[in-house]
C-alpha cells in the first residue's frame, strides 16, 4: 500500500506518540519532514530530532517534549492536503490561536514560521499549524 501523504503520517505518529506518552518517535525521512522537526525544535514544540540509518533508509527519530507530565504540543494539524493546497500570501497568512500557535509553511526562502514569513514579505504553502498546551504556557507575573 503506498502513502498518499507523508506528512499527514508523521503528524499522525507524533500525536499518537504524545498520547500515549512516549518520549520518542520515529518515521521515514525527507527534506520536508526534516524542515517541518527543525522548525518544531527552534520554535520548543520537541526536545531535539535526529536523522537515523543508511543513505536510502534514513530515518528521523524526534524527542518528544513534556511540561509536568503533559505534553508540550496540543494539537498539531495538517493545513494544506495533496488534494486542497492553500496558498496564501504574506499579507494573507492567518494567524493560529491569536499568536499561541505557529504556522509552518514553505516558501521560497524555505520553510518557515508564520511569522517569519511576514517578516520576510513572503507567502506561500501553509502545511500545518501548531498550538501549544495551555499548561505549558509560564503567564507574566504582576510585580
Do not use: W
Not at 34 to 45: D, Q, R, T, W, Y
Not at 51 to 59: A, C, D, N, Q, R
Not at 85 to 107: C, D, H, Q
Not at 109 to 124: F, I, N, W
Request: positive net charge.
Amino acid at each position: 500500500m503506498s502513502m498518499q501523504d507523508p506528512i499527514s503520517d508523521m503528524i499522525s505518529r507524533v500525536m499518537n506518540a504524545q498520547a500515549r506518552g512516549h518520549a520518542t518517535v520515529s518515521f521515514s525521512s525527507s527534506k520536508i519532514k526534516n524542515a517541518i522537526c527543525s522548525v518544531l525544535e527552534k520554535e520548543g514544540f520537541i526536545s531535539s530530532f535526529k536523522i537515523e540509518g543508511e543513505e536510502s533508509k534514513k530515518t528521523i527519530l524526534v524527542s518528544l517534549k513534556y511540561h509536568q507530565e503533559s505534553p508540550v504540543i496540543r494539537e498539531l494539524k495538517r493545513i494544506s492536503k495533496p488534494g486542497l493546497r492553500k496558498y496564501f500570501s504574506s499579507k494573507e497568512i492567518p494567524s493560529v490561536r491569536n499568536g499561541l500557535g505557529v504556522g509552518i509553511i514553505t516558501t521560497s526562502k524555505g520553510v518557515l514560521t508564520d511569522k517569519e514569513a511576514r517578516e520576510h514579505g513572503v507567502g506561500g504553502e501553509l502545511i500545518c499549524t501548531v498550538s501549544v498546551s495551555y499548561t505549558h504556557l509560564t503567564l507574566p507575573t504582576k510585580a
